[in-house]
């Protein structure tokens, strides 16, 4: 089975590949998931079916795997997944705690944009040039040198 957390829009996309291959799919809704986002389905999955749909039990890490390791009976979780931008920090929390396959916990503001970037340059991945800062003098330089058009993105959120 795999576990995707909160799965909406086009995390949808991911379940829906996640069963194509066989795979028993286990909706995760983090704890004050809005019931109107569980909406937001894109059309080519209309379709999808979930093995089972369980809730975040709110500040209980060890309690929330019981029942989704329950939901999951009788098969055996082999990932946790995030389905959106707002699964992610528990997805990661989940997996780790499931002993599947994870990003971990061990990196501080993980949804931070520039800071995955960094993260994977620093694996020798490839990765965008760019500026972060709270103020204008602090990208000036960059967008001073560099080519248009540049984009511009919240470090956080799905923008």
């Known amino acids: 089975a795999v576990v995707i957390v909160d799965p909406y829009s086009t995390g949808c996309l991911v379940a829906q590949e996640m069963s194509k291959r066989g795979y028993h799919i286990l909706a995760l809704w983090t704890h004050g998931f809005s019931e109107s986002m569980k909406t937001h389905v894109p059309t080519s999955c ?9 809730t975040e039990v709110p500040n209980d ?30 997805a990661d929390a ?20 520039k800071l995955q970037q960094e993260l994977i340059r620093d694996k020798g991945m490839r990765s965008v040039r760019q500026a972060g800062g709270t103020k204008f003098q602090d990208v000036e330089e960059f967008l001073r040198t560099e080519e248009y058009p540049v984009v511009l993105k919240p470090v956080e959120s799905a923008g």
Do not use: H, M, W
């Open 94 to 113: 989940l997996s780790e705690q499931l002993g599947v396959r994870t990003n971990g916990t061990d990196i501080p503001n993980r949804r931070d944009k």
């Open 61 to 90: 890490l060890l309690e929330t795997e019981r029942v989704v390791q329950q939901a999951a009976n009788p098969f055996e979780i082999v990932a946790c997944l995030a389905g959106g931008e707002a699964g992610v920090d528990f």
């Open 46 to 54: 209309e379709n999808l079916t979930y093995y089972a749909q369980v």
